[in-house]
């Protein structure tokens, strides 16, 4: 059925569409016994999905990565879809337009999308308050990063800040320093930078009686050495997990044309380019960690194979984005018809 309206829908900006999805989802409460046929269409309950990862416990293994819902405003809804999780964000501390718009196109011969939206969101505030209508039991993820205005010396205080008014309205938080659209925050994967954050956020947590797992989300443009300097980090604070991985900046092996890519400009490549990518950095990282790290996958997972090739790489969890707008309402539900009774463990710290 989607394979029908796609064509369509493609024919409009990638962004109007998903304003017109999100109007949509606004609207499903309002509809009586929408929520429940959605779910009967667009979702599994499998006990042989649930699975515990840094002391949470997840319904399934996949989740809507960050970027979709920025601002919190649909999680009941997206509940519907499948989803075992849903992060939303990024969210900075105080409101922000993003990128001016053209920001976010679609390349359908490579199945991807590039996009510079630079972070657009409500605010932290403005998010922890649509976050009180949520009913659903669903994990939910809370993204958190920066101000593009917040200059990186200042950075610390930001995530702080977001940290501090989200706390008891998510599950867990990711602290996106990997976003390629906004100026210099990959630079905060830097070592002393990426320490100054990772001291504040692990020091503020402590004043919360509910301990609420940290991960990192990070770039898959990191060298070895890079990679390196940042896990010592993530052990150094305990942190809780990694997210592998953000949008690239790279333009590798695509089938577009060198011309259409080059017009639309700036901005991070997400999608099936990503996937081999991503499936090669989880298992590396998997690995010199000794499993003793919970990797959430993200980047290019466009099947049910390629879900299950990242989770016997190492991951335990996977998130998806791309390949939902891609595939369609019916793509989480797919993947979770293969993965019934599969036994992919993952990582196995906290599991
Ligand atoms: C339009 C768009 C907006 C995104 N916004 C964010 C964001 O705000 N924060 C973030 O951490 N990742 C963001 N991402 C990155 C995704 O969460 C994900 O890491 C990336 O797209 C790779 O997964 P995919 O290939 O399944 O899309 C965004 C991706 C897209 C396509």
């Known amino acids: 059925m989607y394979r029908l309206i796609r064509p369509v829908l493609f024919r409009f900006s990638a962004e109007r569409v998903h304003h017109w999805t999100m109007q949509a989802l606004r609207c499903v409460p309002y509809i009586p016994f929408a929520k429940c046929i959605l779910r009967k269409l667009f979702s599994i309950n499998d006990p042989s999905l649930s699975r ?30 499948g989803f075992g999780f849903i992060e939303i964000g990024s969210v900075t501390p105080f409101p922000q337009p ?21 972070i657009n969101n409500a605010g932290a505030k403005q998010v922890m308050k649509n976050l009180r209508t949520r009913k659903h039991k669903i994990i939910v993820g809370g993204n958190i990063s920066k101000n593009s205005a917040t200059p990186n010396t200042a950075a610390a205080a930001d995530y702080e800040r ?6 008891d309205s ?22 002393e930078s990426l320490r100054i954050i990772l001291e504040a956020v692990t020091d503020q947590r402590k004043y919360h009686d509910k301990y609420k797992p940290v ?14 300097d940042v896990l010592a980090l993530v052990f150094e604070y305990a942190l809780d997990g990694l997210i592998v991985a953000n949008t690239t900046t790279k333009r590798e092996d695509l089938r577009s044309p060198d011309e259409e890519v080059q017009n639309i400009g700036s901005g991070g490549l997400s999608g099936a380019p990503l996937f081999q990518n991503t499936v090669d ?29 990242l989770l016997d790489a190492g991951a335990s969890l996977v998130q998806v984005y791309t390949g939902f707008i891609y595939n369609g309402p019916g793509f989480v539900k797919r993947i979770l018809k293969k993965l019934v009774n599969k036994n992919t463990v993952g990582s196995i710290k906290n599991t």
């Open 52 to 81: 515990e990862v840094f002391g949470l416990k997840f319904k399934n293994p996949i989740g809507l990565a960050a970027g979709f819902d920025k601002n919190g405003e649909v999680v009941n809804e997206l509940a519907c879809f």
């Open 98 to 118: 993003g990128n001016p718009r053209p920001r976010v196109f679609r390349l359908p011969k490579d199945r991807a999308l590039i996009n510079r939206m630079g």
């Open 162 to 167: 977001a940290l501090i008014n989200l706390y």
């Open 170 to 191: 998510v599950d867990y938080f990711a602290l996106n320093i990997s976003c390629p659209n906004v100026k210099e925050l990959g630079c905060l994967q830097e070592v």
């Open 215 to 228: 991960l990192l989300k990070l770039s898959p443009d990191l060298n070895a050495a890079q990679l390196e």
């Open 281 to 309: 950095l989880v298992r590396y990282i998997s690995t010199i960690t000794k499993k003793q790290l919970p990797i959430i996958g993200v980047g290019g997972v466009f099947s049910e194979e390629d879900a299950l090739q």
